[in-house]
């Protein structure tokens, strides 16, 4: 059981808005195994990490953490958290083996008998359609996200879930991270699938990935129960002032439209900005207005998976921003790239609200990964994840508290999993996993976010 017991009332006054949304995050690949079972088809993660070399400590998603079999003693561990809601992703080719054709029953019925355990439990299922795990048989006969053949595809795989699992889900995300996958999955070939193509090709494929987006947020409206909300879970280009002065905020405005507007803005708004189209130049994406216009069809909410920040920037001479370097010495979890910057998740939101004029925000990721030591007792005093998400979430209180409409959070992650590049090298969950026994541990953390849900406060 979770250790301390959470504080008797919650705060008055500076706490989070009533009925904020507390959870946390999984996805398909990472927590399910059972790659082979019930039908499922192959993914392209399932064939990438039997390259060699490319997973760092030669591991694959194939058992990970037996999600698809422990289900219910997950469920549990969520409900122990005090969390309202769950966010996890559906394996695409368990439910359709080739991506597209005859459904697999069976696939689906996983996700039927997960939603109900979520429900039973009174914790809202939060279901994301797509996060990685592409069926292998798109990649093949199509060249995956190189088509928009498999855009189409997409949306019909996205009607198919709407139709049978929006009776009971209420919240649906399309793609997560596009900006992630797309990049290192045919830029730079360190995900699924492992390319490495010239930028006008990437820049395709975002611009496929978009559309993908828009046929599935049109899929979720046309056959989804009235009233399933729908929008995208995006790893945002993190950009804040580097000083808190007027024209600062102003270039990191700039600056967040404009790093992400082969994305979120052109989703948001429903165009390419000019910036955008001269950077990229004979490297831009071909598109019709009519493309546009699906890409940009109205969503519900703007999930931003906010971890680290990316660009701290200052105005430019020319009324522009100027991204600055970030030093080595920058404080960092044990992932390069995990830069510790807790206002990232108060300025992020902030502009979002302000570029986009969204009302409806959710953090759908953040969280740290650390050197989690088991000690001889078995207790993880993971002090280093508690300052990380204690800073942040009293960045993200902030924001609420000004008014920012920061609606919900998911933490990432409810347990430790595989974590792609890194195989099971990195730790992200409040819960420790023993991989050879499959032993579940609550570490400190867990009895910190614990309290922090029961007491609707990020706590001094
Ligand atoms: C996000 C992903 O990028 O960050 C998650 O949506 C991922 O799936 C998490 O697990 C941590 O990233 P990484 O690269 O350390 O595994």
Redesign the pocket.
């Known amino acids: 059981a979770v250790e301390a017991k959470p504080a008797a009332l919650p705060r008055n006054g500076n706490g989070f808005p009533a009925g904020f949304v507390w959870g946390t995050a999984t996805?398909s690949y990472?927590v399910e195994g059972a790659v082979k079972e019930d039908g499922r088809g192959a993914s392209i993660w399932d064939k990438f990490v039997r390259i060699p070399g490319k997973i760092e400590d030669g591991t694959t998603g194939d058992r990970a953490n037996e999600h698809y079999h422990r289900y219910k003693e997950d469920i549990a561990l969520i409900k122990e958290l005090g969390c309202k809601a769950y966010r996890f992703s559906v394996a695409w080719p368990r439910v359709f083996p080739d991506g597209d054709g005859k459904p697999n029953p069976k696939g689906l019925d996983f996700y039927n008998r997960l939603v109900d355990e979520l429900l039973k439990n009174g914790i809202e299922p939060w279901l994301t359609l797509y996060?990685?795990d592409l069926p292998q048989s798109l990649e093949d006969r199509f060249g995956g996200w190189r088509s928009t053949e498999t855009c189409k595809i997409f949306g019909d795989y996205a009607a198919y879930v709407a139709e049978h699992l929006t009776d009971r889900v209420k919240n649906v995300f399309t793609l997560?991270?596009s900006g992630?996958f797309v990049y290192f999955g045919y830029g730079i070939g360190i995900d699924a699938p492992g390319l490495t193509l010239p930028q006008a090709d990437v820049n395709q494929i975002r611009h496929n990935s978009a559309l993908a987006h828009g046929l599935a947020v049109q899929a979720v409206r046309a056959h989804g129960r009235r009233g399933t909300k729908v929008g995208p879970a995006e790893?945002i280009d993190a950009c804040a002032p580097a000083i808190d002065t007027p024209e600062n905020v102003r270039a990191a405005e700039i600056a967040l439209r404009e790093m992400n507007a082969g994305y979120l803005n052109v989703i948001m708004t429903g165009r390419y900005t000019d910036a955008f189209l001269k950077y990229a130049g004979p490297n831009a994406p071909k598109f019709t207005d009519a493309e546009l216009k699906i890409i940009s069809s109205p969503v519900d909410f703007l999930g931003l998976?906010i971890?680290a920040p990316q660009n701290y920037v200052v105005a430019s001479d020319q009324g522009g921003f100027m991204p600055l370097p970030i030093p080595k010495s920058f404080p960092r979890m044990n992932?390069d790239?995990?830069r510790v910057g807790p206002e990232t998740i108060y300025w992020v939101p902030k502009l979002a609200a302000k570029i986009w004029k969204t009302d409806a925000i959710y953090i759908s990721?953040n969280g740290a990964?650390g050197d989690d030591v088991v000690r001889p007792d078995g207790k993880i005093y993971d002090t280093d994840r508690i300052m990380y998400l204690r800073n942040y979430l009293a960045q993200l209180q902030r924001a609420t508290t000004e008014g920012v409409p920061v609606r919900g959070y998911f933490l990432?992650?409810l347990m430790d999993?595989f974590?792609?590049?890194?195989g099971l090298n990195?730790r992200?969950g409040l819960y420790h996993v023993n991989f050879d026994t499959q032993v579940r541990t609550p570490k400190l953390s867990a009895s910190f976010y614990r309290n922090v849900i029961a007491t609707n406060a990020a706590g001094a």
């Open positions: 996805s990472q996060h990685w997560n991270e992630r790893n998976n971890y992932s790239w995990l990721e990964s990432w992650s999993n974590e792609w590049v890194y990195k992200f």
